[in-house]
């Protein structure tokens, strides 16, 4: 998994077209001329915003974060979003992802990505042992966000559902999410998506969350028993999506033929824990089907 080998596949998407969906708090949504409802997810897709800022930049650790938003016109769109926090790569940073995490605030998500201090490209002292350290980090972040949320003076405030978090990563960032779920995390950490990768010591133990895995079956980087070691041991509700002879990531890569049922089965597996929303749920078996590009399968809660 060393930086050399990991290739930076994700590239920046405009989204563009993007009509508004409609939002009211507590997470209750509304399509554009729908019903209101507590256990739906937006339909259609919002424009997206982005902004960055820096934790802790007078600290031994600063951590640069790119925050991705669902806008409308004059700033953030009206309701409270789930925030998914989003780890990247060795070598990788956050823009390199958004392909991916764009997506998910356009289709009603927070998603804030840290460029880890150690791991990040252009890192000063990069070192592949700082991992074990980045679930902290996601823990440090996911504070500010709290504390964000609450500020007045903070454009997000009142806009984050700070009871409804997932954490998903890619790579060492999927290590660094399974890193997350340690003995006593709180509840708010709702789920999971690690995209090749696997878990840290510790991993998967408090509170019973669900974890979907992303993993290429001929990954030379991370090899897909590690995953799948990882998808036996969660406690909770787990999926694992196959993506047949496929490398460590090319098939999140906007155009790439995997990219399509990776971006339905993620953003589902989004709506479905995050939203509450039983029909996102019910359509991951379809988002993943594709006999020679994928395999789908899940299992309950051991």
Avoid: K
């Avoid at 078996?285 to 395999?295: G, Q």
Wanted: proline share 10%; glycine share 14%.
């Amino acid at each position: 998994m060393g930086a050399g080998r990991l290739i930076a596949v994700l590239v920046t998407a405009l989204l563009a077209g993007c009509a508004p969906a409609t939002a009211v708090a507590g997470g209750s949504t509304a399509a554009p001329g729908g019903p209101l409802s507590a256990r739906r997810a937006p339909e259609g897709s919002y424009a997206v915003g982005v902004r960055t800022l820096t934790l802790d930049p007078r600290s031994a650790r600063p951590l640069p974060v790119t925050i991705w938003y669902p806008a409308a016109l004059g700033g953030v769109a009206a309701g409270r979003f789930p925030v998914v926090i989003y780890s990247h790569g060795l070598g990788s940073r956050p823009d390199l992802h958004a392909g991916l995490t764009t997506r998910w605030a356009a289709a009603g998500f927070v998603v804030a990505a840290p460029a880890f201090p150690h791991t990040r490209q252009g890192a000063a002292h990069f070192t592949r042992a700082d991992v074990r350290n980045q679930p902290a980090d996601g823990w440090r972040l996911i504070r500010h966000l709290l504390r964000l949320d609450t500020d007045p003076g903070d454009p997000l405030a009142g806009h984050l559902n700070t009871a409804r978090i997932a954490a998903a990563g890619h790579s060492a960032g999927g290590f660094t999410t399974a890193g997350m779920f340690s003995a006593g995390h709180p509840a708010r950490l709702r789920a999971g998506i690690v995209i090749a990768g696997g878990g840290l010591p510790g991993s998967f133990a408090g509170p019973a969350a669900p974890v979907l895995f992303v993993h290429g079956t001929a990954d030379a980087v991370v090899p897909v028993t590690v995953g799948r070691a990882a998808y036996g041991r969660t406690p909770g509700p787990a999926a694992f999506l196959s993506l047949l002879g496929q490398d460590h990531g090319a098939y999140l890569t906007p155009g790439h033929p995997g990219f399509v049922p990776v971006l339905a089965t993620t953003t589902d597996f989004l709506r479905w824990t995050l939203y509450d929303d039983p029909a996102a749920g019910a359509r991951l078996p379809a988002d993943a089907h594709s006999p020679t590009l994928t395999h789908y399968e899940s299992r309950p809660a051991h």
